[in-house]
């Protein structure tokens, strides 16, 4: 993609101030100027309360900077050619006086796309949008980018869902989850469409299990109030891990235009076995964590982390066994899990296929392993298939070989955030949740949602280093079945 492939834009940052515009949407765009591929009258309109001049805002991206951008990628021509771009209007993202402002800035070229990014709390989505429509900004060419959360149930996420529908349809919203933008994950749906060897093993026959884990190693970092009311299963289950689990499990789509990948992952989350109060009890885990030590560093229970209430139940790790019911993945647990304060940090996917139904080799050989497909999305990306070969030497000893599927490359791989941002701009929504995937996704955590409520299952305390409460390996345990890092 070049310079000519992307239309001329104005893209306008609501929350342009705040820690993801300037941690992520910012070096991600600089990234882009530094590719090469942004059109010359392209320009970034950032917007906050906070009253300040265009000159003070690129004063405080410069700042900022030091901390995202390294020193050297700051001293090349794209910065200053980049910084250019930048402009800020002061906006109370509730009241409409600002809007007229930005409507100045932004002037009559209708020809040009108008993304408007809102990296503010949800609260304030439906008002912006109102206020944009207000001051006539909102035009066919114009597209909104909403980030997550969105809404903590799923009435509140309909109502945000309902209330920006008011001012821009369907194909002009674009639901981000970044997750869905890592290099990873585009890679799956090449490994799985683009070659006939894995797409034959892809269903029940072949597969025991699917695992996805995504671990961090952090607490909850300075986030305290925002995740104290919102938990692991909200920040993580119902967006990124179920998302990762559509990429994994959906059918082959008609192309990838966007509706067609949409539809199959939209079956996938209609086909998940709805869950009873005795699957809330039985398989779902929920821990928090205590004190413990991490990388040789100790770390703070949740409870006396700063801005956490002392006797909080929030969970802060979630295990769950998850079917779907069709007939590719009929008796195929998929197996998800996420938490804070982890022994390390990593996502990925564990593809887990049956073991040979009758070994030929000595039955003391440890290395006859089933097969596993292991799809790391973080911290490095990377696929790898691990297979079993020939011990060298005498007699027919099984060790594990490993394939890496991943060619090493010296290419910038983009951040996630560098692909859905070009894409919210040139209008391509493959990438980005349709309204009634997010809706599916709600209606099956609900149930979680309601049990906890009325107390069933409880929050098992797991030490801050571990890989999770007792209960999480138990569920896999009566099962037959470990976790992947388990292994090591
Ligand atoms: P943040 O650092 O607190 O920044 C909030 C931004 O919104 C600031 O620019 C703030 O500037 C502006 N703002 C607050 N009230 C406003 C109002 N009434 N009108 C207009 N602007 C207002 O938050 P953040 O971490 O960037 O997160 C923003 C949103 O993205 C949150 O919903 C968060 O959950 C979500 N998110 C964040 C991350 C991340 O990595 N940070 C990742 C995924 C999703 P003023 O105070 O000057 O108005």
Known sequence: MNSRDI??????????????????????MFQRERAGVLPDDGRIIASARNPMSREQYIAMVEAQAASYIPDAQRQEPAWQRFLQRLHYVAIDATKSEGYATLQETIGKANGKIRVFYLA??????????????????VNERSHVVL????????????????????????????????????????????????????????????????????AESIGVEGRAGFYDHTGALRDMVQNHLMQLLCFVAMEPPASLDANAVRDEK????????????????NNIIRGQYTAGAINGKTANSYRKEEGIEPESQTETFVALKMEIENWRWGNVPFYLRTGKRMAQRVSEIVVQFKSVPHSIFDNRSTGLEPNKLVIKIQPEEDITLMLCGKKPGTGTNVRPVELSLTASSEEHIPDAYERLLIDAIVGRQTLFMRRDELDAAWQWVMPILEGWNNGVGRVEPYVAGSWGPSGSAFLLARDNRHWYEDLS
């Open 266 to 281: 939209l079956k996938v989350l209609r086909s998940l076995k709805p869950l009873t109060m005795d699957d809330v009890k």
């Open 7 to 28: 239309p001329v834009f104005d893209m306008v940052i609501f929350g342009g101030t705040g820690d993801l515009a300037m941690r992520k949407l910012i070096p991600a």
């Open 120 to 137: 503010t709390s949800p609260k304030f989505f439906g008002a912006i949008c109102k206020h944009l429509h207000g001051a006539g900004l």
């Open 147 to 214: 980030e997550k959360p969105l809404g903590h149930d799923l009435d509140s996420s309909r109502a945000i869902n309902a209330e920006v529908a008011q001012y821009f349809s369907e194909d002009q919203i674009y639901r981000i989850d970044h997750y869905l933008g890592k290099e990873t994950v585009q890679n799956l749906l090449v490994l799985r469409f683009g070659n006939t060897l894995f797409e034959s093993l892809w269903n029940q026959k072949y597969i025991d299990h699917i695992q996805i884990t995504v």
